[in-house]
């Protein structure tokens, strides 16, 4: 597991520091405070793309068993938080590759397409 936040949230936390004097010499962890399975992210995903089956792979080995970044400090600190929840960041991401087909490597176009479906 990790946190998984979306790049909006990213910058727009960011820029909260850079802008927010209280944070000058501070270590600002940007993040949710919720840890998400990479199963979760592929879920959602596959939510949007039927028939789409998922491979379930072993845990590499030495890989942490989860956690995502404290987020008590962001708060205080910047009086923040991230905006974009994790469903509605996919949805955006799925909307802007069909939108940008070109944005997948060649080989993975090709694969998709030669799905059968």
């Known amino acids: 597991m990790a946190g998984l936040v979306h790049v909006e949230d990213i910058a727009d936390g960011t820029l909260h520091a850079l802008a927010c004097p209280a944070a000058d ?3 600002i962890n940007i993040g949710t405070g919720r840890p998400t399975s990479i199963r979760r992210v ?3 995903i596959a939510a949007h793309y039927p028939g789409t089956r998922l491979r379930q792979t072993p845990m590499p080995p030495g890989d942490p068993l989860g956690g995502c970044a ?3 400090h962001m708060e205080r600190v ?3 938080r991230p905006q974009v929840p994790l469903e509605a960041g996919i949805a955006r991401y799925v909307r802007w590759l069909h939108a940008t087909p ?3 490597p060649t080989w993975l176009r ?3 397409s030669a799905k059968p479906g």
Do not use: F, I, N, R
Request: glycine letters at 12%; aromatic letters at 6%.
């Open 70 to 72: 404290g987020t008590t």
């Open 42 to 44: 592929a879920d959602l």
């Open 25 to 27: 010499g501070e270590t």
């Open 110 to 112: 090709e694969e998709a």
């Open 102 to 104: 070109t944005a997948l």
């Open 78 to 80: 910047l009086s923040w």
